[in-house]
């Protein structure tokens, strides 16, 4: 007989991910590992326990002060893995949304006080207190929607000493909200303000000064750069990257996301563990990206924020790409909900629901370095979430899904 403090009962589907390769691919993005008429249990954060409800009472028992829920016939799916953010940072940039909207570019923002180095000045301008206070908003914005495992890169600082701080909050923020953070060190989100006229001083500094403090300091766990025309050009990108992977940093690389810059082409090249965006990629690159196994992070709601452009799910999962989701939270596309990431991913990237599930959980875990995480199966932290919807293909249909439980480490969250 299995002990437990946690059942989760009622439950018309559990969706488990539990079988199958990681990171999963093609047909294989389809298999959710569903169990019909389920329950799950848990036990001191742990799942013990996953089944048809019909075994529950003859195979497990609830320890005294345990608690039972009822699913109230919904579904109940692991905890999503987001991939992708840039959640720590200060002020907003809603003063551009009317000049997007009339068509002003990005240099044209940017020469009016806006783009990413507005939120850089109000980064560097911000207290610690006020970074984590507003962090911790958002994360736990992201949790009340099911998200239970952030990356976070840095990014908003683009200096050594500011960099570093950002990341040293990384640990804080986890802890506040009780949430895994993966730290990507991200000082190649574009040349320092302050090095504009000789970005290759930059560039000197990230290689020979910051990217070996933070590897000596573990404060990262993946290394990410830019890599765009003005921002970081391939030869940039690689030596940050080579740098980077030379200390024993795992990579990542913003590519392809306005024009086809050559950053997919370099992923694939370097084997980097994920390349990111990818608005841009060409057909023979995805070929590349397939064939090296690296993890293609879609941003389905930032293609949304950028004049509605289509993220390529559809053909990244046709080439044979592993697909990981992201909300890419940050001033620029302020989105917490990964169900809405989701939706975007079906009604825009033409994914089917069931991959789209499989990108936000098993592969996003994949892509952040979390082997752990993304799938309900015993010995896997209790990590879940139950959405009153009588299947898991409704999630992606609805852009409107919330979840009714949540579950981090076998304990109910707080949804008010």
Request: hydrophobic share 45%; with cysteine.
């Given at each position: 007989m299995i002990r437990a403090d946690l059942v989760v009962r009622g439950l018309a589907e559990a969706a488990t991910l539990a079988d199958g390769p990681v990171p999963r691919v093609g047909a294989a993005m389809e298999e959710l590992g569903r169990v019909s008429d389920a329950a799950?249990?848990?036990?001191?954060?742990?799942?013990?326990?996953?089944?048809?409800?019909?075994?529950?009472?003859?195979?497990?028992?609830?320890?005294?002060?345990?608690?039972?829920?009822?699913?109230?016939?919904?579904?109940?799916?692991?905890?999503?893995?987001?991939?992708?953010?840039?959640?720590?940072?200060?002020?907003?940039?809603?003063?551009?949304?009317?000049?997007?909207?009339?068509?002003?570019?990005?240099?044209?923002?940017?020469?009016?006080?806006?783009?990413?180095?507005?939120?850089?000045?109000?980064?560097?301008?911000?207290?610690?207190?006020?970074?984590?206070?507003?962090?911790?908003?958002?994360?736990l914005g992201m949790l009340r929607s099911g998200t239970t495992s952030v990356e976070v890169k840095s990014g908003y600082a683009l200096t050594h000493a500011g960099?570093?701080?950002?990341?040293?909050?990384?640990?804080?923020?986890?802890?506040?909200?009780?949430?895994?953070?993966?730290?990507?060190?991200?000082?190649?989100?574009?040349?320092?303000?302050?090095?504009?006229?000789?970005?290759?001083?930059?560039?000197?500094?990230?290689?020979?000064?910051?990217?070996?403090?933070?590897?000596?300091?573990?404060?990262?766990?993946?290394?990410?750069?830019?890599?765009?025309?003005?921002?970081?050009?391939?030869?940039?990108?690689?030596?940050?990257?080579?740098?980077?992977?030379?200390?024993?940093?795992?990579?990542?690389?913003?590519?392809?996301?306005?024009?086809?810059?050559?950053?997919?082409?370099?992923?694939?090249?370097?084997?980097?563990?994920?390349?990111?965006?990818?608005?841009?990629?060409?057909?023979?690159?995805?070929?590349?990206?397939?064939?090296?196994?690296?993890?293609?992070?879609?941003?389905?709601?930032?293609?949304?924020?950028?004049?509605?452009t289509r993220p390529p799910g559809r053909e990244m999962v046709d080439a044979g790409v592993p697909v990981a989701l992201g909300t890419d939270c940050s001033p620029a596309s302020w989105v917490e909900s990964m169900p809405l990431v989701l939706a975007h991913a079906v009604h825009a990237g033409r994914m089917t629901p069931a991959e789209a599930l499989t990108a936000a959980t098993v592969n996003a875990a994949h892509a952040s370095g979390l082997p752990d995480r993304g799938a309900v199966a015993v010995g896997r932290p209790a990590d879940f979430s139950v959405f009153p919807l009588p299947g898991a293909d409704r999630l992606g249909y609805r852009f409107d899904a919330r979840p009714t439980l949540v579950f981090r480490q076998g304990k109910s969250v707080s949804l008010s």
């Open positions: 799950v249990v848990a036990d001191r954060g742990t799942v013990v326990w996953v089944g048809p409800e019909r075994r529950l009472g003859r195979e497990v028992r609830l320890r005294r002060g345990g608690r039972t829920f009822d699913g109230r016939g919904g579904t109940l799916v692991p905890g999503f893995v987001d991939a992708h953010t840039h959640a720590l940072f200060a002020g907003d940039r809603a003063f551009e949304l009317p000049l997007k909207l009339r068509g002003a570019t990005y240099p044209e923002i940017a020469r009016r006080g806006g783009g990413l180095y507005a939120t850089v000045r109000a980064t560097r301008a911000a207290s610690d207190a006020e970074l984590l206070r507003a962090a911790s908003e958002r994360v960099e570093l701080r950002l990341l040293r909050l990384l640990p804080r923020l986890g802890r506040r909200t009780g949430l895994p953070i993966v730290p990507t060190y991200l000082g190649a989100h574009a040349v320092a303000p302050e090095h504009r006229r000789h970005p290759e001083e930059y560039v000197d500094e990230i290689v020979r000064r910051t990217v070996p403090a933070v590897a000596a300091g573990r404060l990262a766990r993946f290394c990410d750069v830019f890599c765009e025309p003005g921002f970081f050009s391939v030869p940039q990108s690689e030596r940050i990257l080579r740098a980077a992977a030379a200390v024993g940093l795992g990579l990542k690389i913003h590519a392809d996301e306005f024009v086809l810059s050559g950053g997919a082409r370099l992923a694939a090249r370097l084997r980097t563990r994920s390349a990111e965006h990818l608005l841009a990629s060409a057909a023979a690159d995805r070929a590349r990206l397939a064939s090296a196994g690296v993890t293609a992070v879609l941003l389905p709601a930032t293609a949304f924020c950028s004049a509605g």
